[in-house]
């Protein structure tokens, strides 16, 4: 009741004007969600980074929080970043899309100001700095889950509902997984259910819209998990484990369940290393990995992406484990083209009229 209570009145405070809002200068598009974790945000920013590339925006930013990194104040992901210095998710996509700028900080307007100012008056913008000495603005930044973050009023809210946690049928922490009120799904511009079943019929997607409480002018889209082709996490990895039949799953993520049914139609899961989100791998968790394939001769050792990230800051990891380490790649996809190609307008709308 006290929780309820206070996330009410702080946004009274900011919903009147009593409390201060920054806009970036440039349009920012926030991914979000009011739930703890879990709900997808990592690959919906990667998808809509994938999208305004397709459409011409070459010069992109993401700004997220960096949790659980080790750091202060703001840090870039660059090449020489590590899991602890900025954090797994902000990693990943750095090293999936070296041609955008991604960054962490924690005061997300200092981090836009940052971002936007393009004159080095900050003295972290000379790393953002090109050879001739200019810091380039971006076009887009892409807020990763500042939803809650009301100080920094962003062009577009896209909020990130978990298909198998409706959000009307959980409770505010601690006796459930809302970290805010369920109510404030009304200051989005965009709700996407993610996590769906492949197909979904109309009078459940009709349902999801009338329990989610949304007007007629916010857009409701539904998204699958697209799992890809395993990549290593090391660079000599040999490929022949892939085709094993038995399988050691390492993970430090919210729910590994779809990753494991993913898995289970090719594999015979012998072991599996369970972790909790954003597991830190210390020299005793790479010992119980080697210990694992030890016991498994023969068998693969697969993980997350988001691991992926951490593991390859682990130092000593032994060669046996390094020869075998793999990761699944997964994307968020629309369950239609339809919905593909109207969230993409909806997109590119919005940045249109800012």
Known sequence: MIYRIALTLRHWFYDKGWKKTFKADVPTICVGNITVGGTGKTPHTEMILRKLLENGRDNLAVLSRGYKRKSKGFQLAGADATARLVGDEPLQMARKFPMVTVAVDKNRVHGCQLLTSGTGVFPEAKKMADASGNTPVPEVIILDDAFQYRKLEATLNIVLVDYNRPVFEDKLMPWGRLRDIPSQLKRAQVVIVTKCPAELDEVERAEWRKRLKLSDEQPLFFTTVRYCQAEPVFPEADTHYLYSKRLVLVSGIANNTPLRQYLSDAYKIVQRLEFPDHHRFSAGDIHSIESAIKANPTAC??????????????????????????????????????????????????????
């Open 301 to 354: 050792l697969m993980t997350t992406e988001k691991d992926a990230q951490r593991l390859r800051d682990c130092k000593m990891v032994p060669e046996n484990v390094r020869q075998r380490l793999f990761y699944t790649p997964i994307q968020a996809a629309f369950l239609t083209e339809e919905e593909d190609n109207q969230f993409a307008q909806t997109l590119l709308k919005s940045l249109a009229t800012e």
